[in-house]
């Protein structure tokens, strides 16, 4: 590729329609997730910034029903965390990250804009605390001096909000030069 070609990722439209769609999924039906629509989301996330460009954020897959179930018990249980037939685990190694949380919420927003643009849902579901992170870490492996501040649970959505409205935007939240 040269200079003057685009890259094949900035082609295309406006991001802003993934954006007003993008919305919480809580019920996904039980199709798996293709392999290649995964990489697509893992793409996105290796793609978000980090600080310093530190690229400190690695992501965990897992379509075992066993462990999805144990991931739903390891945090607050919602059943939808355990009925997802994929979820992904954002992990930022704090050995080379200056801004792991940051990072992390980057990717995860990277994440869930590219699974609404392929017709996926998602939802982000919070590791509220130390014991949940524990839990988490024991669970898959991470290493200690790795973070997660959340799980994906990931599929086709049964159900799915509406899109956002223009009727949402406050124009009375922007605020000129000073507060």
């Given amino acids: ?38 990489e697509e989301l893992i ?4 793609f978000a910034p980090t600080a310093h460009n530190r690229r400190s954020v690695e992501c965990i897959v897992v379509t075992d029903q066993k462990t999805k179930q ?7 249980p919602q059943d939808f965390v355990a009925q997802a037939p994929v979820i992904i685990v954002p992990v930022s190694d704090t050995k080379i990250a200056s801004k792991p949380r940051e ?14 643009h392929l017709q996926l849902g998602c ?17 898959l492996n991470i290493p200690e001096h790795c973070l997660v501040i959340n799980v994906i649970p990931i599929g086709f959505p049964a159900e799915m909000p509406p899109p956002h409205t223009d009727a949402e935007f406050d124009t009375k939240r922007i605020h000129n030069e000073q507060w």
Wanted: aromatic share 4%; proline share 6%; hydrophobic share 45%.
């Fill in 43 to 46: 793409k996105a996330a290796q």
């Fill in 70 to 76: 144990a991931i739903h018990d390891a945090l607050v």
């Fill in 103 to 116: 990072d992390l919420s980057l990717a995860t927003e990277n994440i869930w804009l590219q699974a609404t």
């Fill in 1 to 38: 590729m040269t200079e003057k070609e685009p890259s094949r990722y900035t082609e295309g439209a406006m991001i802003l329609p993934a954006i007003v769609a993008r919305r919480a999924c809580r019920s996904f039906k039980p199709d798996a997730v293709p392999p290649q629509l995964i």
């Fill in 123 to 139: 939802v982000w579901k919070h590791v509220h605390d130390e014991k949940e992170l524990q839990k988490i870490r024991s669970l």
